[in-house]
């Protein structure tokens, strides 16, 4: 069985994608949980000085909001920054691009780019509700819009995946 996709994406889609990768990352959840109890942390510091009598450090603790808000807005925008420079130097990026999933592997096409996988070398395909993810390492992948695969095909194409790829197939049911 051989499925073929050919597809354009936009910056605004490859963000989303990106985004989903970042977030499947425990670096990111933890970067996220520690700039979200951080000030929880502190404030809970500066009650327990005033409910002892002494003086807040109200400087230190919004320096303290400031910051983690920071960390955590600019977490959560990188992905944009990332996709804008792949987008701007990779001319690849932004496709158009041809895809082609057979039992020998995977293949990919892109202007200046084309290259092959076989599925000994996916280390994991995950799926979203909006993404079908191939994951060669830990940070890289090749993505897929679920927008591009007919709703007919779906079914197929996760079987097919579950069939390569066996245990590495992290794939929706539905």
């Known amino acids: 069985m051989t499925f073929t996709f050919e597809f354009t994406i936009e910056s605004a889609e490859q963000v989303r994608a990106s985004r989903v990768m970042s977030h499947r990352l425990r670096s990111t959840r933890v970067t996220y949980a520690f700039f979200l109890a951080l000030p929880v942390l502190v404030l809970a510091f500066q009650a327990v000085n005033l409910s002892s ?13 400031v910051l983690s808000a920071a960390a955590i807005a600019a ?14 130097n990779n001319r690849a990026a932004g496709g158009p691009h041809t895809y082609k999933f057979s039992s020998a592997g995977f293949a990919a096409s892109a202007p200046g780019a084309t290259t092959t996988f076989e599925w000994a070398n996916v280390a994991e395909c995950y799926e979203s509700s909006e993404f079908l993810f191939l994951y060669f390492s830990k940070g890289f992948a090749a993505l897929l819009p679920r ?14 995946l579950r069939e390569w790829l066996g245990e590495k197939a992290h794939i929706l049911d539905a």
């Open 147 to 160: 927008r591009v695969v007919k709703p007919d095909d779906l079914p197929r194409l996760r079987a097919a």
């Open 75 to 88: 977490t959560h925008l990188n992905p944009r920054w990332v996709v804008a420079n792949l987008r701007k």
């Open 53 to 65: 009598g002494r003086s807040g450090r109200w400087p230190g603790v919004l320096i303290v909001l």
